[in-house]
């Protein structure tokens, strides 16, 4: 029966991940699709409420803010006046908006990798089928369910300088940690917390990767005299590839946004700014300094940025493998 | 495995102990933490590794003296509206696009995909905007038309609509579920499906409404409520949107209402205990999900194949 309905298994190319990737560079071949029904009205009622939702939520916001980059809007409106490229010369001859840039190229760079590197252990482990994978598999994942924001209430306690886990090497060498003066000190926190955080999705990602590599290629490595190390490096790993390339790409766009609900518990920006990542900033300059126009041009930069990112990743991802 | 390996059995074993503690080491340290009473926390200074008695006492504090209650009802009902949108709004839309034959199939899937390209955080500052007032699009329709100047001309009076949906379930709710992830998942399983079956309800008698309602709703119940759960935990760990559409305690969901506790607490030494005993009450029902539920929402999603 399940064999009847399910004719099609979910081959590895037409996960949805996958498709994701097919969809957005259309050069991979496209999966035929039913198309039998007809009829104009039916369909409209059907597309309808999504086309509503996305765009008065998403689009309108996402041209809003490339619409107010070129005008003076006055907070509590006081109407608004045209001003071309001012706000763009503004925002990027401020060095404030470079080091806020620089701090989250940094920590898309650090982050993603190590959450990434640790997913990738942790499921090599677990794959292994040892006694005790099952629960630690389930809860590995628990952090998927906990808020960014009240894990980061928790681990601001945790490495609190003189009531956290460090306070006895606070007590031999005074000053040696403290996230509340420190700026790297800080900007370390919210990476832990980050990594702590984006561990779930990434591990789901590869260990149902690794699950899907066949077992004759493992048993033909074996039989060929590779041992267990070996595999991992021959085999495993070039297979994961496109599973790796997706959580990088998740990964990156993710890091940007989420790192928000830690930032605004752990650190709110600071010591010094050292905390200060652009999305940060364009919430408190929006919402704190009323700087309409300067948030909302921050905005349209990071969206073209992410875009470019992502689009950059895709063309990348030419080399990457789908074929087993 | 294939054979007997002692050197790497070993090392995935203390590689998969260590990753479960790094996981369970914040939630313990929260649980041990909010077992202590606010004085015993000042005397030991600082973190303890041994259970108090006082974790019943802290959550009464929470469940009686707090405002977490009330917005961990929020945080549910906001929740279930993410979800459910989310998961309605595309399995219509998918509907639409697999099974029916139209030139504006791939436009319109490309403008859903579009929207999981660009998280809802990125453009926050303009999405407040459009949900303090909703009726600014009409209102551009109205001036753009020339029936603005027009009733002006005429009534000496200028439309100018205003409804803000700032503070209310819906108007915290619908931005976040504008991501349409949903879309790929369900599409990929109504392609996975047998190419004939509309084909077949048709010979049946069946119109497309009837065959969507039942034979593609029963079949597609497993990624339906596997999504459902996702988004679920989704709509409950999102934090900047809320943050910002949710100005009062009232309307808050309960995340952003410990965030609040945690950043209005001013004493020299927090009531570290009390916000251990907050974060723990604000994420237990997710946690607890993701825990038993897991393997729907795993195999649903068809992120595992086992």
Same mark, same amino acid.
């Given at each position: 029966m399940q064999a009847l309905l399910y004719p099609k298994t979910y081959s590895f190319r037409r996960r949805p991940e996958n498709i994701l990737a097919a969809c957005l560079l259309p050069r991979r071949e496209s999966v035929v699709a039913q198309n039998f029904y007809k009829g104009r009205w039916s369909y409209t009622a059907f597309v309808a409420p999504i086309l509503l939702l996305i765009g008065m939520f998403f689009y309108i916001p996402v041209f809003l803010s490339f619409f107010w980059s070129f005008f003076l809007e006055r907070p509590f409106g006081g109407g608004s006046e045209f001003v071309g490229f001012q706000n763009y010369a503004r925002i990027l001859g401020d060095p404030e908006f470079w080091s806020a840039m620089r701090r989250t190229l940094l920590f898309m760079v650090i982050a993603p990798g190590l959450a990434i590197g640790v997913s990738l252990v942790l499921a090599l482990a677990v794959n292994r089928g040892l006694r005790g994978s099952h629960a630690a598999r389930n809860i590995i994942i628990w952090p998927k369910a906990v808020a960014g924001a009240s894990i980061g209430v928790v681990f601001v306690f945790i490495f609190d +300088?003189?009531?956290?886990?460090?306070q006895s090497i606070n007590a031999i060498f005074p000053g040696l940690w403290n996230p509340r003066v420190d700026g790297t000190d800080a900007f370390i926190t919210i990476v832990i917390a980050q990594i702590w955080n984006g561990i779930p999705f990434n591990f789901i990602i590869l260990l149902s990767g690794l699950q899907t590599i066949p077992d004759t290629l493992t048993k033909a490595a074996a039989m060929d005299g590779a041992g267990p190390w070996r595999r991992i490096v021959d085999i495993e790993l070039p297979l994961l590839t496109p599973q790796l390339f997706l959580t990088f790409v998740l990964e990156f766009v993710g890091t940007i946004v989420e790192a928000f609900g830690l930032i605004d518990t752990m650190t709110q920006g600071g +010591?010094?700014? /050292?905390?200060?990542l652009l999305i940060y900033k364009i919430y408190s300059d929006g919402f704190? /300094?009323?700087d309409l126009s300067g948030a909302a041009t921050q905005t349209a930069i990071l969206t073209i940025f992410v875009t470019v990112m992502v689009l950059l990743q895709f063309r990348l991802e030419k080399h990457v493998k789908y074929e087993r | 495995m294939i054979e007997r390996s002692n050197s790497i059995q070993r090392v995935a074993a203390f590689v998969m102990v260590i990753g479960t503690i790094f996981i369970l080491a914040p939630l313990v340290i929260a649980f041990l933490t909010a077992s202590r009473s606010y004085e015993e926390f000042v005397q030991a200074g600082g973190i303890e590794f041994s259970v108090g008695s006082h974790f019943v006492a802290n959550i009464r504090e929470i469940l009686f003296e707090t405002e977490l209650p009330r917005q961990l009802i929020n945080s549910f009902v906001i929740s279930l509206l993410v979800a459910f949108i989310k998961c309605s709004f595309a399995f219509l839309a998918t509907f639409a696009l697999v099974f029916y034959q139209s030139r504006l199939n791939t436009l319109i899937f490309a403008l859903t995909i579009a929207?999981?390209? #660009?998280? #809802?955080e990125l453009i926050v500052i303009t999405t407040y905007q459009v949900v303090a007032n909703v009726a600014m699009p009409l209102n551009w329709l109205l001036s753009i038309l020339g029936i603005a100047n027009l009733s002006e001309w005429i009534f000496g009076w200028r439309p100018e609509f205003q409804l803000s949906l700032l503070d209310t379930y819906i108007g915290v709710a619908a931005p976040i579920a504008t991501s349409c992830t949903s879309v790929f998942i369900y599409r990929q399983f109504f392609l996975s499906l047998p190419q004939d079956l509309p084909k077949a309800a048709t010979m049946d008698g069946a119109g497309p409404i009837r065959f969507m309602i039942d034979i593609l709703l029963p079949l597609s119940w497993t990624p339906l409520v596997a999504t459902f759960m996702f988004w679920f935990i989704g709509g409950w760990t999102s934090y900047l949107w809320p943050l910002v559409a949710a100005s009062t305690p009232d309307a808050q969901p309960a995340i952003v209402g410990l965030a609040k506790m945690a950043n209005a607490?001013?004493?020299?030494?927090?009531?570290v205990p009390l916000l251990m005993a907050g974060a723990l009450f604000v994420s237990f029902i997710p946690v607890l999900l993701i825990a038993f539920m897991q393997r729907q929402i795993v195999q649903g999603l068809n992120l595992s194949e086992k």
């Open positions: +300088p003189f009531l956290g886990v460090f +010591p010094g700014g /050292a905390t200060n704190k /300094a009323y | 929207t999981v390209m #660009l998280p #809802l607490d001013d004493e020299t030494i927090p009531n």
